[in-house]
């Protein structure tokens, strides 16, 4: 995130009906399972759904710094608004949009936010997506939110039941398609045809990391929604690789688990 600098200083997603809780719980333990090995000494959370099934898994409840993927519900935000505005985006939404989601532009974010209405428009918006768990902040880096309320967020983008016209859908999709080369990284590891949106942020008061990861891939001939979210790393990279180990384990899980439904 250019200039995340500035910036800084999981309940499980609900599954589909037909499945028992039963079911869910016993593959949260399988992916706390798998996540031991990967996860020691780290604070990280994820949530993932399988579409098709409603099949889904978290690791963790708590709640995270946003940092960049909250340019997703910005955008989000603002679409609802066009919508209720019956209105296409202007010229120079367009353009923060773009700029906001391809190349984590800040200045856009920070635009666009003011245009929702701040934090109380992006929270009004939340409610309306079904988020319960995320809390906007004026420094729209640290608004807090769970791995939980990111698939919410992902549902509400790629799902067609969703507050979500088609239209707005299909463009926060094309964008998300289209991040620049270097930010293709994240959930991208855990399978192919990643459409996502990443977020790293180092934290003044302690020079650790915050990297976080949503997106949907498609894997084993699924579709699989994923959030990652995690803090405290020493190097932006470090960060990385461990939200890149942490989306694979939780859409083998997963997928594992819709195999066997």
Excluded at 130 to 157: C, M, N, S
Excluded at 215 to 227: F, I, Q
Aim: net charge negative; hydrophobic share 45%.
């Amino acid at each position: 995130m250019p200039g995340a600098a500035d910036v800084s200083s999981a309940s499980s997603p609900s599954a589909a009906a037909g499945r028992s809780e039963e079911a869910g719980m016993d593959l949260d333990v399988e992916l706390a399972d798998a996540l031991a090995p990967l996860v020691e000494g780290a604070d990280v959370s994820v949530a993932v759904l399988d579409t098709e099934s409603g099949t889904d898994a978290a690791y963790g409840d708590g709640a995270y710094d946003t940092a960049s993927i909250v340019k997703v519900d910005i955008l989000a935000a603002l679409l609802l608004l066009a919508q209720d505005e019956g209105r296409e985006l202007s010229g120079a939404e367009h353009a923060y949009a773009e700029a906001m989601i391809r190349c984590s532009d800040n200045t856009s974010a920070t635009e666009l936010l003011k245009v929702v209405g701040g934090e109380e428009g992006l929270d009004a918006a939340n409610e309306r997506l079904g988020l319960t768990a995320t809390v906007a902040a004026h420094a729209w880096g640290l608004t807090r939110t769970t791995a939980a309320d990111q698939v919410l967020l992902l549902e509400a983008v790629f799902g067609a039941d969703s507050e979500l016209s088609a239209d707005s859908r299909a463009y926060l999709t094309e964008l998300m398609g289209r991040v620049q080369a270097d930010q293709r990284w994240g959930v991208s590891a855990a399978g192919t045809g990643a459409v996502l949106k990443n977020g790293w942020m180092p934290r003044t008061t302690t020079g650790l990391w915050d990297v976080n990861s949503i997106g949907r891939v498609e894997s084993g001939g699924r579709t699989v929604l994923v959030a990652v979210v995690s803090r405290g790393h020493a190097t932006k990279e470090a960060g990385i690789s461990l939200v890149e180990s942490v989306a694979r384990a939780a859409v083998g899980v997963v997928g594992a688990g819709a195999g066997t439904g």
